[in-house]
């Protein structure tokens, strides 16, 4: 299967949980707070393609003309889109973005609310596989390929010291920092000990599966999560902090349009309690402070839907963390 001319769909590498670490065969590079994206770089296109595949291009035309700043052609990137506000990284102002349909208020947040691209990694040129060479070696062909502009950004990072790194990032803010062996070669959809994910906070991707109702003013109490264990979803807790009115209306009418009489769920601790069961199709990010025993979120915080991906790689949160 092909994404655009010759070019081949591609699936990301994706990288193991670890703790912060030195290593001299390992580059610390910051880990971004965005949108997986592979983006294809063409002879007058730019095409962009979440983690599950997916082409946001219409999403962003605020990056239409990647394909401009790129040395050469038949290029694919990989890399993650970000919305930055007050020189921070902001999910909720990507997120808010990325679930715009109509075409004039896509146009105006691309304006308000322009998205850059933060490169990381380099898979084809001219056609030409990369996939196989080192990452240092893709690294420093990024490099050559993609100069200082307005639309994409080299994430660069630093080799060995990644328990100081780690402490930088974590005082500036951000989400975290990644490891990867400078020899590793690209493995196209496998989850790899070769890439390691640091982050300074506990975050889980998790599948709406439900939800209750809220008191007085506030319709939507708290959504009922859950997680594929690989034969079914299974309860993770509720989430009701964190959700904004927007949000509240809009997470409303998504989940009015695919309500069930099912139970996605069978949870004893909500028998007895009125829930609104929905089919597990939305997924959404929180932020928690640990796991109970039961290995359900503690002080859990919404933090915004995830378009990007699908409800089956959600795995349970002790083996996100």
Sequence with gaps: MHATGALPLVKPMLAVSADPFDDPDYVFEVKWDGYRCLAYLEAGTATLFSRNLKNITPHFPDLGDMYRQAQKTSVILDGEIIVLRDGQPSFAALQSRARLTDSQKISWAAQSTPALYMA??????QGNSLLDFPLSD?????????GPNRL????????????????????????????KRMDSRYLPGTRSPLWKKIRATREADLVICGYRSGKGSRRLGALVLG??????????????????????????????????????????????????WVIPEIVCRVEYLTLTGQGLLRHPVYRGLRSDKNPRECRPADEQC
Excluded: P
């Design 152 to 179: 994409i950004v080299v994430s660069d990072g630093v080799r060995g010291a990644g328990i100081s790194f780690f402490r930088a990032c974590v005082g500036r803010g951000l989400e975290g920092m990644m490891a």
């Design 227 to 276: 997680a594929w264990n690989g034969k079914e979803f299974a309860y993770q807790g509720l989430v009701g902090t964190g959700i904004d009115r927007v949000a509240e209306e809009a997470l409303l009418i998504k989940l009015a349009a695919i309500g069930t009489k099912h139970k996605s769920l069978e949870v004893a601790e909500l028998l007895g309690r009125s829930v609104h």
């Design 138 to 146: 893709r690294f420093e062909e990024l490099k050559a390929v993609v």
């Design 120 to 125: 990381f990694d380099i898979l084809y040129c």
